[in-house]
Every structure is written in C-alpha cells, then in structure tokens.
C-alpha cells in the first residue's frame, strides 16, 4: 500500500487569500487524485493530478479556482485560490496503488474567516 | 453519472453484533472500494471488490456486479469499528480510476 503525506494538516486564512496544499507518496504512483469533502459530507472528486500535463477538473471545478501540479509520479499540489467561507472543508489527496486500490492521506482542514 | 446509495445512514450496535451494509449503484462498474473513515477523519481502504467475494479477518465484502450492488459484512463488532463507511465505485464509462462515493453509512459501536 502507498503512505501519503500531506501537509498542512490545517489551517486558517483569510478570505481572499491562497493555500497550497502538498502531497507527497512514497513511491510512485500512476493515478493521483485531489478530494473535497465538506463537514458531516461525503467525498466529492476535485480533479486528476495528470504528471507533466494539466489535470482534469470534474464538472463544478476549474483551474483558476483549483490550480494543481504534479511535476513527476510521487508528489503533487493543489492550490485553493481567492478563500471565501465556503471553502471550508477538508482537502484529500489520493492516490491509486499497483494492486487498484486508492489510498488517502490524512487531510488538509482549511477554515477560511 | 453513476448513483452510489448506500443503506443504513446510521446504525448504532453493541459491541460483539454483526452487522452489514449495502451498496446500490446505478450502471455497470469496473471499479469498487469500500473505504472505513475513523472518527479521526482518516480514510481506510478495505477492499478493492469490482466483482466477486473476499474476507480480511471479521470483514468481507461480496459484489454482486450484474445486479449492482455491494454488501460489506462486519462480524463481531468491536468499538474500533465505529466511523463512516464509504462505497465508491468507477464506471466503465471513464477509466475507472475516477470514484463517485456513496453518502456513507455511520456506524456506531458501544460497550
């Protein structure tokens, strides 16, 4: 199984700024995977983290929002962009093992004042 | 997209009581997880099960693909169960890698 780091475990910012969320596997991996899920919620699908190419928003998604990168096969960011109050939530990041099974990390708890 | 529901929402046992957990999907799959998320928040796969059955100590899960449902068995319950269940599924219109999560069923365990 892959180990996920992800970091800042939490954080507080203020509306209108940025945070950028890092995930780090430990070994590489062909599928990476950025989650959104809301207090009390469900997981929502944010994007696929594509290595060396844009990554694929789901639909209610898009790049200026959610700018992500993933320069090579074990690591990868997502940023969220201009912070209102409705983007708390925690932040996921996954990826996809050799044997299909997705792995997560332990999550990035943003409050936004 | 492809519909996840899962049933029960909540379900509140004693410890020692087995229990399982249904998952019904709308269209055919190529890609089924059922995940355990700890009150803590992090998330645990437990099983990858497309079709067929498989067990890991007082779990199992058995995928019934042609009738689009999956069930996750807990035997023996202990208060280390307690959390939120998720199913997850991929269709076979996308690659399969991309998961639509159930609404989870929480589960609770008491002494």
């Known amino acids: 199984s892959a180990v996920i780091s992800q970091k800042p475990s939490r954080d507080i910012c203020q509306r209108g700024t940025s945070l950028t969320i890092q995930c780090q596997v430990d070994?590489?991996?062909?599928?990476m995977f950025w989650y959104r899920q809301q207090p009390g919620q469900s997981l929502t699908l944010i994007a696929t983290?594509?290595?060396?190419?844009?990554?694929?928003?789901e639909s209610g998604f898009v790049i200026d929002k959610f700018p992500i990168s993933r320069p090579n096969l074990t690591f990868s960011t997502l940023t969220v962009s201009n912070l209102s109050p409705e983007d708390s939530s925690i932040y996921l990041c996954?990826?996809?093992?050799?044997?299909?099974?997705?792995?997560f990390g332990s999550g990035t708890q943003l409050s936004v004042l | 997209g492809i519909q996840v529901e899962q049933s029960p929402p909540d379900l509140i046992l004693q410890e020692g009581a087995n229990s399982t957990l249904r998952c019904n999907f709308s269209?055919?799959?190529?890609?089924l997880q059922w995940f355990h998320q700890n009150p803590w928040g992090q998330l645990i796969n437990l099983f990858y099960?497309?079709?067929g059955t498989k067990q890991n100590g007082r779990l199992s899960a058995t995928t019934v693909a042609t009738e689009r449902y999956s069930l996750l068995y807990i035997s023996s319950s202990q208060t280390t169960d307690s959390g939120v269940y998720f199913c997850?599924?991929?269709?076979?219109?996308?690659?399969?890698?991309?998961?639509?999560f159930g609404e989870g069923t929480q589960l609770t365990v008491n002494p």
């Open positions: 269209d055919s799959v190529n890609n």
């Open positions: 996954s990826a996809q093992g050799a044997d299909e099974k997705l792995f």
């Open positions: 099960i497309p079709s």
């Open positions: 983290a594509n290595q060396g190419s844009e990554a694929t928003y």
């Open positions: 997850a599924v991929g269709g076979r219109e996308t690659s399969g890698s991309r998961l639509t």
């Open positions: 070994s590489q991996v062909t599928m």
